[in-house]
């Protein structure tokens, strides 16, 4: 063994290289203050070989990035944690960099001969932040998508070369697949190879003057083996169980694919970018422009961190150089706690970083489901499904006069702002909620409690009292008695049961025994106790196939009533005699509606999608029902002013 050191060591000359590196001296004795340079390099190691096992398996196209990101995630073996230890490691870097600059200034280990090392430093900082600006795009998902491009906006701003420089990074004026093969040469290819180059040079020239030590006398003086390599070994180690940590117990987020037609108004860049985005939001700031707040100010604070060195020559300087470097901590640390404050209370953000999660959720499922992902990406799976999009339908062309489970479909309330006061209250409904729309929930509403049901009505102005003498009021006026008799209330689930079956929805389950009594007592009228007339007398006969157009007495046909063909042809044009006829206050949908939008809301209604983890929105019946009961107090005031129905 010796025998073979020896020869390596005749042919490399590499135990006088050890030596050298081991044996550095520190005056004044090993420290803990020291290891952030160490840490940092050991976390760019961490970056380097987690970077490279991402490499392997990652994909940068439009179809396929959010794809491979997908596969690392949640089917590549120990791909989560590879995954997460790279996304926090660059976290961690950042916090190491701050602390490293900071120990750097207080200490004055800028000052002359090491300002060439210092400004060696800020360069790598910056390669760092590109480095870490760069990877947030490449999965491809909405946050990063959204986030970056506010990042690109930026470059745009830039005088004079802006326009040409976005355009370089972007790969064209619009965001695509050149976006993400050049972001992604960046990243993996150009930057960390100045990373390296700067970082060579940076340790070669820290070596020539060795450490910068306040006060060589503390203690006796060490080497920087064992004392000191032992510090920066544990230190990180720590840094290392801080970055797995986070990786295993709280992982790296992947959103939803990147879809640029879907706005995604949760975006916002990484927690530490947090503080520049704030302060460009400044009125402020904004009055003089993107490139006066994210160009020229941070420029001017990086120009002023460079001549730290030279302004330490003045007398008072390094002590000017000290206040400025905390205050800039400070500003940087407020405005990041700020804006994560206002992010909290800001509903509107919460209620889309909601959707998000929803979103990037259902994307999981979709992908992870039996048809995996289709060959022209992840994205259309969202797009496609009944369950994502048909809340977004239904929250742009119904929510106006419909509420959802008392919300807007999307899980927010409608609200308008009063005229005189500007404060937002929600608005009442003109029509329905449609939450429990043809199921069993339903169709006991409609036999037992009409009146409520259709209430909304009459905040458009619909008048109960001289509707009272005919249609369906003066049914259920006439019935509600026997219909909620205690006695009764097996029949009421026997005809619900017959009810709810004319619809054929997928996965309903139906209980044969119930339907037939149901059957029964509908087509008789006779119930355990008392009786109430048929619905035949008015509507036409149940129990047939829907058949578009049969039907034409103007009062809704039951058959089929709530299915696919039912609900469409409803939508398509409620005012045709099968449905509503003349009485109908609901607008004709055929032509505002794709026939896409038209399917994926229907099947969304009917719960015609792939079944799902994803929690339903809270309900928000009883909030609206407040605002509701608040108003029928000063109806009689507004009644003139109500809106139609049937102006959207
Ligand atoms: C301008 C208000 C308005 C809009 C917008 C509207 N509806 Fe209606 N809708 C009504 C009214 C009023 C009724 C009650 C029946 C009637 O008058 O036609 C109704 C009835 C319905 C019904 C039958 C159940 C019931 O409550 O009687 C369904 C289902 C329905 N609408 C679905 C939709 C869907 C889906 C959309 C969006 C594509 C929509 N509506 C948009 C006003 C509206
Ligand atoms: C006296 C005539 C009459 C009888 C009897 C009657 N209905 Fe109706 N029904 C109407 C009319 C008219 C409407 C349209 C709404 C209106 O103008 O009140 C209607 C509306 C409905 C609706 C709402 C359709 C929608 O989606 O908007 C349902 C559901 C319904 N009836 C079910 C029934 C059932 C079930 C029965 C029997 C148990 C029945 N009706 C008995 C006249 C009647």
Known sequence: MNRLLEWLDDRTGYRNLLNETLYEPIPGGARWRYVWGSTLVFTFVIQMITGICLWAAYSPSVQTAWESVFYIQHEMYLGSVVRGMHHYAAQVMIVLLALHLMQVIIDGAYRAPREINFWLGLILMQIILGLS??????????????????????????????????????????????TLTRFFAMHAGLLPALLIFFLVVHIYVFRRH?????????????DFWPDQVLRDSVACLGVLAVVMGLAIFKGAALSGPADP????????????????????????????????????????????????????????????????????????????????????????????????????????????????????????????????????IFAKHCA?????????????????????????????????????????????????DYRNLMQPLENAGYDVESSIEYGMISWFEESVEVLTAEANQADVDAMVEYLVAQSGRP?????????????????????????????????????????????????????????????????????????????NCMPAFADKLSSSDMDLLVRWMIGDYAATEVKPYNSKVELLQIEIDDSSGNEVANADEQPAADSE
């Open 400 to 448: 106006a006069c419909h509420r959802y489970d008392g919300h807007n479909g999307r899980g927010r309330m409608v609200m308008t702002a009063d005229d005189d006061t500007g404060i937002e209250r929600p608005t009442l409904p003109t029509a329905a909620d449609l939450g429990n729309f043809g199921d069993r929930q339903w169709w006991r509403r409609i036999l037992t």
């Open 210 to 222: 060795g450490i910068t030590v306040k006060n060589p006398n503390r203690g006796p003086s060490s």
């Open 507 to 583: 996965g309903l389950e139906l209980n044969a025994e119930l339907m037939e009594r149901g059957e029964e007592i509908l087509s008789t009228g006779s119930l355990t106790e008392g009786e109430i007339s048929t619905c035949d007398d008015c509507h036409s006969e149940i129990g047939g196939e829907f058949e578009l157009g049969t039907d034409n007495v103007g009062i809704p046909e039951l058959n089929g009533y709530a299915s696919y063909t039912w609900l469409k042809a409803f939508i398509d044009n409620p005012g045709t005699e099968q449905f509503y006829g003349e009485n």
């Open 133 to 178: 600006l760069t990877g947030y795009l490449l999965p491809w998902d909405q946050k990063g998508y959204y986030a970056t491009q506010v990042t690109t906006k930026i470059v745009g701003s830039a005088p004079v070369v802006g326009q040409e420089l976005q355009n370089l990074v972007q790969g064209g004026s619009e965001y695509g697949h050149h």
């Open 261 to 392: 037609s879907e706005a995604y108004s949760a975006a916002r860049p990484e927690w530490y970018f947090m503080f520049l985005f704030r302060f460009l939001r400044f009125e402020m700031v904004e009055h003089f422009g993107q490139a006066f707040g994210a160009i020229y100010v941070p420029g001017a604070v990086m120009l002023l961190i460079a001549l730290m060195p030279i302004i330490a020559l003045v007398r008072g300087g390094h002590r000017f150089n000290v206040i400025f470097a905390w205050s800039l901590m400070g500003v940087i640390v407020g405005l990041t706690v700020l804006s994560l404050i206002e992010d909290v209370r800001d509903v509107e953000h919460q209620a889309a970083l909601a959707e998000a999660d929803r979103d990037a959720l259902r994307a999981v499922e979709l992908a992870s489901g039996p048809n995996r992902i289709p060959i022209e990406g992840a994205g259309k799976l969202l797009r496609e499904d009944p369950f994502t999009q048909g809340p977004r």
